[in-house]
């Protein structure tokens, strides 16, 4: 019944990411949403009566009933944002969807993710740089997402299945259709390393003011957004802005000045929203990121590894695992607070645990 609310409470008109966030702070779960009274819902700070009206009459109870057996038929995943395998790095997100739908095979936290966006009419340099990239990449234990558009979102997820890298698209419109149709194909492979993700449920169609709210997605599951190619407007700048907005970094590959889809890029660049790069070196030089060592076979060392707290243990195995990682990485993976997270990095660091190295990246000693 939980799920079947779960859905109910995202198909009432004018409850929204943050409303709902706030339903669910006063009334403490889903479920209590819909059996509170109208005067319990009507103290609720900015949720009016209109609202009200909706929840109490519950007639979006049966909408649900039909999507739960839309997704069961489909083996759809639904992915509600207090899950643990809701995505990590997009629950950090204030305006983060409270519901995701999920076909596919690929974890949605991966230890490193890569959004790739661009123009829909992808030149011939921008395939290029796009095929360089991926392919470079491909040693780097990541995941690549990107929208499923024309040009270079689907050149992005090609390469990613050439390459044997798993690849998300993140859908406009519910998971009963795709577009455009022209990719159902490269859909249908991505299916089976990778996946695809939307927030609309069945029956939603690709309206044109979807994929603003889409777009945000793509930024906010990757750890960078690299825009390839990008005129002075259109969704690849949006997705940079938004990647921005969430603290996330973003880069941008430059063109001729005179190249209509290069434009965007160049101004992102100029204007310091986007680092510039060259090739995928630059990508991974920014990012700090090395390429994994086969695993092998680590002792453990009983005085040490025993005199820890229950989170520096935490914290150690992670490590030893990765052999080094950023600040932001840990983090996530734990998914904890910087904060908390600081002073744990300290104190190991003073008991001479861990390695304090530039651009916050710690390893063990």
């Not at 490193?112 to 395939?127: E, F, H, L």
């Not at 090609?158 to 455009?180: E, Q």
């Amino acid at each position: 019944m939980t799920m079947l609310k779960q859905i109910a409470l995202t198909k009432i008109k004018g409850i929204g990411a943050k409303t709902a966030r706030t339903l669910l702070a006063y009334c403490g779960s889903v479920d209590n949403i819909f059996d509170a009274g109208k005067k319990q819902l009507l103290s609720i700070p900015h949720i009016g009566k209109a609202t009200v009206e909706s929840i109490l009459s519950k007639n979006y109870l049966h909408e649900a009933e039909q999507e739960l057996a839309f997704l069961e038929k489909h083996n759809i995943e639904i992915l509600w944002f207090e899950d643990a395998n809701y995505p990590h790095r997009l629950k950090q997100c204030e305006d983060a969807p409270l519901l995701l739908y999920y076909k596919g095979t690929a974890n949605l936290n991966p230890y490193r993710c890569v959004s790739i966006v661009g123009t829909r009419n992808a030149t011939a340099y921008g395939k290029r740089l796009c095929e360089q990239l991926v392919s470079t990449l491909q040693e780097y234990d990541i995941q690549i997402v990107s929208g499923l558009a024309y040009g270079i979102d689907v050149q992005a997820h090609r390469l990613a299945l050439k390459h044997n890298i798993p690849t998300i698209g993140v859908l406009g419109h519910g998971l009963d259709r795709i577009y455009p149709s022209a990719h159902r194909d490269v859909a249908s492979r991505m299916l089976e390393d990778g996946g695809l993700l939307t927030e609309y449920s069945s029956g939603t169609i690709p309206d044109r003011n979807n994929f603003p709210a889409r777009n945000r997605i793509i930024a906010g599951l990757a750890d960078v957004t690299v825009v390839v190619e990008a005129a002075k407007k259109g969704g690849a700048l949006i997705t940079a802005e938004i990647a921005n907005s969430y603290n996330r970094d973003v880069c941008a590959f430059p063109g001729g000045i005179d190249q209509e889809y290069s434009a965007g890029c160049n101004y992102l660049i100029k204007t310091h929203r986007a680092h510039l790069i060259r090739h995928a070196e630059d990508l991974i030089y920014l990012m700090g990121w090395e390429r994994p060592k086969p695993k092998q076979e680590t002792i453990q060392l009983p005085l040490l590894t025993n005199s820890l707290s229950k989170d520096e243990q935490r914290v150690y195995n992670f490590l030893q695992e990765r052999e080094h990682a950023r600040v932001d990485e840990i983090a996530l993976h734990l998914d904890w607070p910087t904060s908390k997270l600081a002073m744990i990095l300290l104190e190991m660091e003073m008991n001479s645990v861990l390695l304090s190295l530039p651009g916050k990246i710690y390893k063990i000693l």
